[in-house]
């Protein structure tokens, strides 16, 4: 694969998730771990399903609870 090719992420870690939605790490672990966001672990990394962010993002703006 080149180095140049545009690839659609399937994952973010929780600093790129908490800079994505506008928020802090914290809150992204908080997230995590009361099941707002489902997340999964690749050996030491906490990462995010792009799909699971974006869900997070439409219940909010369709006027679901405002976490």
Do not use: W
């Amino acid at each position: 694969m080149k180095k140049n090719q545009n690839v659609d992420r399937l994952s973010y870690s929780v600093s790129e998730a908490a800079t994505a939605i506008g928020v802090s790490s914290r809150t992204i672990h908080d997230f995590c771990k009361d099941g707002t966001i489902k997340s999964f672990r690749m050996g030491q990394r906490r990462l995010i399903p792009a799909d699971e962010l974006r869900a997070f993002i439409e219940k909010r703006t369709r006027g679901g609870d405002a976490a």
